[in-house]
Each structure stands twice: as C-alpha cells, then as structure tokens.
Nanobody, 127 residues
Framework: QVHVVESGGGLVQPGGSLRLSCAAS????????VGWFRQAPGKEREGVSC????????YYTDSVKGRFTISRDEAKNTVFLQLESLRPEDTAVYYC????????????????????WGQGTQVNVSS
C-alpha cells in the first residue's frame, strides 16, 4: 500500500509562492489519482486540486484556479502543488491523498474515496 508524506509548507507573505510536495513510498503514485486538500482552523477540509491516474487530467477548485498548479513527476514518485499569488485565506494545513480517480476530490464525502493520507504541511500566508 502506498504511503505519502507532504512537505514544503511555511510562512509566506501575501503574493508569495510555495511548492508543496507529496512524496510516496512502497508503491508508485502513477497508479493513483492524487488530490490536494486543505483545512483551515474551524473549517471543514476541502478539496483544492487533483491529478488523475492515467491521463493526468487536472482539476482545481474555483478559488485556486489560475494560482495553483498540480503536477506529477514519476521519476521522483512525487506530486507537486505549486502555489502562486498566495492570499491570507490560503492559510491552512495542506494534505495529499490517493484514490482510484479524481471524481470526488471536491465532494464533502471525499474521504470515502481518498483513503491514504499524509500528515499534512502547514501553510501560513501573512504579512
């Protein structure tokens, strides 16, 4: 079974950038869709982006379209989430998770499908 570990979070000023990594072990990430999620204090976890298995089709929630980019590096067995033009409302713990496909990444019940999670990485956007 695949295990994933997130990294790359930190403190950044509004307008800044970060690149988050979701590195896998014990299995190839290319066999899975990989979603990025975030949970801000006092809020429900929400789907941010997903890259599908096979065709690498990508999906983004409306609030991050044009600012975040998801990509897959098979050689590194890693999925990246490039965060640009960060805003204070992007502050959250970011998680990656795997699933057979991206269909439910933006659904409140995504956890029924995305079953392998990392420990998260904190992103703080503040001046």
């Amino acid at each position: 079974q695949v295990h994933v570990v997130e990294s790359g979070g930190g403190l950044v000023q509004p307008g800044g950038s970060l690149r988050l990594s979701c590195a896998a072990s014990e299995a190839s990430l290319s066999r899975y869709a990989v979603g990025w999620f975030r949970q801000a204090p006092g809020k429900e976890r929400e789907g941010v982006s997903c890259i599908d298995e096979g065709d690498d089709h990508t999906y983004y929630t409306d609030s991050v379209k044009g600012r975040f980019t998801i990509s897959r590096d098979e050689a590194k067995n890693t999925v990246f989430l490039q965060l640009e033009s960060l805003r204070p409302e992007d502050t959250a713990v970011y998680y990656c998770a795997t699933a057979p496909g991206c269909t439910y990444y933006n659904d409140p019940y995504h956890y029924f499908v995305f079953t392998t999670w990392g420990q998260g990485t904190q992103v703080n956007v503040s001046s």
